[in-house]
Nanobody, 118 residues
Framework: QVQLVESGGGLVQPGGSLRVSCATSRSIFNISTMGWYRQAPGKQRELVATITSGGSTNYADSVKGRFIISRDNAKNTVYLQMNSLKPEDTAVYYC????????????WGQGTQVTVSS
């Protein structure tokens, strides 16, 4: 059973920074596009950022210039560094490991709460 273990969520003031992490097994991590998604109360889950196994990144317009996604292949971990946080960034943040080529799969973490409030 594949597990994605997230950590690092919490409460932060507007303008502050927070980093969330997601670790998984090496066999999955090395061939996956890793991503962060978020879901605010009453809203649909949305893409935040993704990073391919080759290191190419993609960001939602709402977080460009503020968030940075990165991956540490030695630790099988993907990070999301969140800077200049706004109240509208408040959501449950989910990690995803996906692969479109064979073997195809799509795995999700359990989510970690990020709350931006004064």
């Amino acid at each position: 059973q594949v597990q994605l273990v997230e950590s690092g969520g919490g409460l932060v003031q507007p303008g502050g920074s927070l980093r969330v992490s997601c670790a998984t097994s090496r066999s999955i991590f090395n061939i996956s596009t890793m991503g962060w998604y978020r879901q605010a109360p009453g809203k649909q889950r949305e893409l935040v950022a993704t990073i391919t196994s080759g290191g190419s990144t993609n960001y939602a317009d709402s977080v460009k210039g503020r968030f940075i996604i990165s991956r540490d292949n030695a630790k099988n971990t993907v990070y999301l560094q969140m800077n200049s946080l706004k109240p509208e960034d408040t959501a449950v943040y989910y990690c995803r490991a996906a692969r479109a080529l064979l073997p195809r799969y799509n795995y999700w973490g359990q989510g970690t709460q990020v709350t931006v409030s004064s």
